[in-house]
């Protein structure tokens, strides 16, 4: 079945720096690539998503990338802050998650 | 306006005993899901309900998982004779266009976190 792996599974930065979460996905047909933040004892949040006709989409200090060819798409956070805290889910479409990404911005 | 609500937002239970989880989606929302996310993992689809009838049991794990949705809102989660490995957080998400329809956003509830002792 499809299938997404996510990498890394925790990333530490100081404020200020940028971080960059890595997915790859198993079906060539996914088209639609959505990120979620989830705090502590809280749903996942949708933070930006992107769909298979564009390469590449930003808003404000987060950004998602797309490579198809490679099947793999990644989310860039710049001038991180603390309260980007939190643990990062990459989806392939609506179902299938990848297993998360514990960010810690360090002041 | 309101969101995804879950209710109860904590259950403990003994192995064995029926537990029911319930979710009221945002209004209007036709397409209801059902997430289980295990300590420290990813979330992983149990079914998916399009109104009133879910087109995609696939994730549910086994016959002790069971679920309904009764006039396009509210649904529950059944799990009968619980064990330990049920132990998780069960989340809630709702859209307001079906499933294949990618130019939609989930909405997620907060979670019941069930603990089998």
């Known amino acids: 079945g499809e299938n997404v792996e996510q990498h890394p599974s925790t990333l530490s930065v100081q404020e200020g720096d940028s971080a960059v979460i890595k997915c790859t996905y198993s079906?060539?047909?996914?088209?639609?690539f959505p990120w979620y933040k989830q705090e502590l004892g809280k749903g996942p949040q949708l933070i930006i998503d992107i769909r298979s006709n564009v390469g590449e989409k930003k808003d404000q200090r987060i950004a998602v990338t797309l490579n198809k060819t490679a099947k793999h798409f990644s989310l860039h956070i710049t001038e991180t802050q603390p309260e980007d805290s939190a643990v990062y889910f990459c989806?392939?479409?609506?179902?299938?998650f990848g297993q998360g990404t514990e960010l810690s911005v360090k002041p | 306006g309101a969101g995804v609500s879950q209710s109860p937002s904590n259950k403990v239970t003994e192995k064995g005993k029926d537990v029911e989880l319930r979710c009221d989606p945002i209004?209007?929302?036709?397409?209801l899901y059902w997430y289980r996310q295990r300590l420290g993992q990813g979330l992983e689809f149990l079914i998916y309900f399009q109104g009133n009838s879910a087109p995609d049991k696939s994730g549910l794990p086994s016959d002790r998982f069971s679920a309904e949705r009764t006039g396009e809102s509210v649904s529950t989660l059944t799990i009968q004779r619980t064990q330990q490995e049920d132990s998780a957080v069960y989340l809630c998400?709702?859209?307001?266009?079906?499933?294949?329809?990618?130019?939609?956003?989930?909405?997620f509830g907060p979670g019941t976190r069930l603990t089998v002792l």
């Open positions: 079906d060539s047909a996914s088209n639609y």
């Open positions: 209004s209007g929302h036709t397409a």
């Open positions: 998400a709702s859209s307001s266009l079906p499933l294949g329809l990618s130019r939609d956003t989930q909405y």
């Open positions: 989806a392939a479409g609506k179902l299938i």
